[in-house]
């Protein structure tokens, strides 16, 4: 008998056979992570594809402050064709939503390579400082009454060498498009928090320490030239294959802090690639990793986001097959709910790591 059937009685567990089409109702914990967090001065978010239905959503608003939408407001969706109106469909919807349960918006993403129509990627364009000034006020404005926070950027940092990953913009602009980008966000939302996010910002690995030191260094060097950065956003999508070397990830987080500067967690999820197939014992390894994490991030008091890349394995993107990195047998369990909306270990090992955080001011 499984956890649903347990908790929902025989008789319960009979009517969803019958009706397979039904939507899952979520185990209503009767602890919030929003509210535990809320104690320790920290805010939790979750990114939302938007459209997954009621019991998602309603699983959403009793756990979370702040929705990231996942995809509808990348630019590629939002303004495919210099011309024509912007496509903000997806977009509002998510707004209401947000509207309707006092959630707040968390902006990804102002530029982000991967999702650049051609259009706003022309360094080479005579219009292209025009046009992206045009674009971050008409979508940051639309929102402004939700929006906290920007990812003004995306990604900028090389996985092979020190400094900016290789692109049309950041080959030919490089420093001077990052301060423009945060001047003009700055202009169109002077009351929210504007972020850089990265991956690879929490890892072990050598790559991922190569990273920190170039993000670090970059932003203390564009600060000393205006640069109007509040936050920098840690995405953690964590890999049992490269684990977490907590005294250099702390280091890094404290060296923020020293620059004025808040840390998020955006994109929290661990992806299950070569553990265990049975699924107890997977969960309770995703469950360490997920606990063994948080404990060592939030010990640092400049980190007031805890951010995950959606709270349940229903559409999630390691689930869907959109990571990198793939598991060859049985399907991933990344988040802290199951695809039934059903609670993981996962999710009890975050509530006793936000219960265990040291209390912050």
């Not at 809320?38 to 009621?54: D, H, M, N, Q, V």
């Not at 303004?79 to 990804?108: T, V, W, Y």
């Not at 290789?166 to 301060?179: C, Y």
């Amino acid at each position: 008998m499984n956890r649903r059937s347990f908790l929902a009685g025989a008789a319960a567990s009979v009517a969803a056979v019958a009706t397979p089409s039904a939507q899952p109702k979520p185990f209503r914990t009767e602890v919030s992570l929003k509210a535990l967090a809320a104690e320790k001065s920290l805010e939790i978010s979750t990114a939302y594809y938007g459209g997954r239905g009621f019991n998602l959503e309603n699983l959403i608003a009793h756990h979370c402050d702040i929705v990231t939408p996942e995809t509808a407001m990348k630019p590629e969706v939002l303004a495919p064709r210099r011309s024509g109106k912007l496509a903000f469909e997806q977009m509002d919807a998510i707004a209401s939503f947000c509207r309707a349960n006092a959630l707040r918006l968390h902006g990804h993403a102002l530029y982000w390579h991967q999702t650049q129509p051609a259009w706003l990627n022309d360094a080479e364009s005579g219009t292209f400082v025009r046009d992206y000034m045009a674009y971050t006020r008409k979508v940051m404005t639309r929102y402004a009454d939700l929006t906290v926070s920007w990812d003004v950027i995306n990604e900028p940092f090389s996985d092979r060498a020190l400094g900016y990953r290789k692109g049309p913009v950041l080959d030919r602009h490089g420093d001077e498009f990052l301060l423009f980008l945060f001047r003009i966000a700055r202009r169109a939302a002077p009351k929210a928090k504007l972020l850089i996010n990265d991956y690879g910002l929490s890892c072990g690995a050598a790559y991922c320490q190569r990273k920190r030191d170039t993000a670090l260094a970059t932003v203390e060097r564009l600060m000393k030239t205006g640069l109007s950065i509040d936050a920098v956003g840690l995405q953690a999508h964590l890999l049992p294959t490269q684990p977490v070397h907590k005294s250099t990830l702390n280091a890094f987080i404290r060296g923020l802090g020293e620059l004025g500067l808040e840390v998020y967690i955006t994109e929290l999820d661990v992806n299950d690639i070569e553990l265990p197939q049975n699924i107890a014992k997977r969960d309770k390894l995703i469950a360490a990793i997920y606990s063994d994490y948080l404990g060592g991030v939030l010990e640092n008091d400049n980190v007031k986001r805890l951010g995950f890349w959606g709270l349940s394995d229903a559409g999630h993107w390691i689930v869907t097959g959109h990571a990198p990195f793939k598991r060859k047998h049985g399907a991933p369990r990344p988040a802290l709910f199951d695809g039934d909306l059903q609670p993981k270990p996962a999710f009890f090992a975050v509530v006793d790591a936000l219960k265990q955080a040291p209390n912050r001011a």
